[in-house]
């Protein structure tokens, strides 16, 4: 059962946690600057599980990097590899 989902445009991907689908947003923005087909960072969101009453609070891209920063998922503006793999 997954718990996050990550929208991209009209793409929807399944995640498991927070983190992973944070760092599929990140490297997907990231990928799109590289490639020279950048993707709107207002068009991607990242919803969180279902609470009691089925209801998902859903994270805009700006709201998942300041969550992402508390976290210590980020630093610097990139994503810290240290950090995934301790939450593992």
Partial sequence: MTNWILKLGTKKIDCDTFPFAFRTAFNAIEAGI??????DPKTVSIQGPAGPRGDRTIYSYAAATELAKSQGL?????????????RR
């Avoid at 590289?34 to 993707?39: H, Q």
């Avoid at 980020?74 to 301790?86: M, Q, S, T, V």
């Fill in 34 to 39: 590289k490639n020279k087909m950048p993707i």
């Fill in 74 to 86: 980020l630093n610097d503006g990139k994503i810290n590899a240290k950090e995934f793999k301790r």
